[in-house]
């Protein structure tokens, strides 16, 4: 008689097999063997823990490190915006909510209030918290229902808004979490090589950079260059207008991608070379580097370092000889 894998699967689901154990076993080693362990906890004193910001990657872990230094402190009001690779929010996390935020390290904070920051449980903290690892902190002058918002567009493309009591507030919130991504953002590894045209975002690596400072700020420089250059490249070839669907929208999500590259790597660069001018970790002193004319009503601004050529507004393409030299073999590939 042929046993179906139906009559085979409705047979074990009635009747479980039983594990199975030599001859010479006996029956304490199958009670120790079905025993429920019980639980241990282990206090800080003896072994620290090592508690993660973890979504859906395996490979997204941010480490969240007790003793990090504190860059800023404070009460915000936090809206989701925009969910991840800028999707619509749901109704239920659209709605403004109160936090007292924390600044540590590479992950903001945010508890229910100024008390609960003494909570030794990271582990529940780090329900709310986010990374600012490769994120952009800019002043949101569009919102019109509330004052000194400023928006933060994390690593997988999330976007929050919050605002804060005072302008002076809101200016050292957006100056420090740009400082922090700046600094300890490690470098991305270079893109795949495959035969995939359908445009997706890098994976950007959420360990904490080994470089120095200087070290750092050369690598924005460098990356900055790279992503101008596919940027001009990109705009060179724009799709035919008959062109529709998937490749159209493939165009204009890179677009998009290279455009906030391009304003991210500009503001790290010129936290950088503040932080640098100033020569010491007076996070006060940092602020004042990197200040500019005022450009609303008791809005103190940033100002791009127009010391690097790279971030001039009027500044051409850079290495016009090699953009010609890219632009050309790409219309001799065409033509082929």
């Given amino acids: 008689m042929f046993l179906t894998p139906q009559v085979l699967y409705n047979s074990i689901k009635l009747e479980r097999l039983e594990w199975a154990f030599d001859d010479d076993d006996d029956d304490d080693y199958y009670e ?32 969240a490190v007790p003793n990090a230094v504190t860059y800023y402190c404070g009460l915000l009001h936090r809206k989701l915006y925009a969910d991840t690779d800028h999707k619509k929010a749901p109704l239920g996390k659209r709605s403004w909510k109160p936090f007292y935020a924390v600044l540590k390290g590479m992950i903001l904070y945010l508890y229910k209030n100024e008390r609960s920051n003494e909570s030794t449980d990271l582990g529940e903290n780090l329900k709310t918290a986010l990374s600012v690892h490769h994120a952009l902190a800019t002043p949101d002058k569009e919102h019109s229902k509330h004052r000194n918002v400023f928006r933060l567009q994390t690593a997988d493309w999330k976007v929050f808004l919050f605002y804060t009591r005072t302008a002076e507030e809101m200016d050292s919130w957006v100056k420090r979490v740009n400082l922090v991504a700046a600094t300890f953002s490690a470098p991305p590894l270079p893109a795949a090589v495959g035969s995939q045209r359908r445009f997706s975002r890098p994976l950007l690596p959420t360990s904490m950079a080994k470089l120095s400072q200087e070290e750092q700020l050369k690598a924005h420089e460098i990356k900055m260059r790279m992503i101008i250059t596919e940027l001009v490249e990109h705009q060179s070839y724009p799709p035919d207008r008959r062109v529709r669907g998937r490749e159209l929208q493939d165009y204009k999500l890179k677009l998009q991608y290279l455009e906030f590259e391009k304003c991210r790597y500009e503001m790290y660069i010129s936290a950088l070379q503040a932080r640098l001018l100033t020569g010491t970790d007076d996070l006060k002193a940092f602020e004042m580097a990197w200040c500019s004319e005022p450009e609303g009503p008791g809005y103190t601004g940033m100002s791009r370092a127009h010391s690097n050529p790279m971030l001039n507004n009027e500044a051409s393409p850079p290495d016009s000889s090699m953009m010609r030299r890219i632009l050309s073999e790409r219309r001799a590939h065409d033509a082929q």
């Fill in 32 to 63: 120790e063997f079905h025993q429920p362990k019980p639980e241990t906890h282990t206090s800080y004193d003896e072994e620290p823990r090592r508690f993660t910001l973890s979504g859906l990657n395996p490979f997204q872990e941010i480490p």
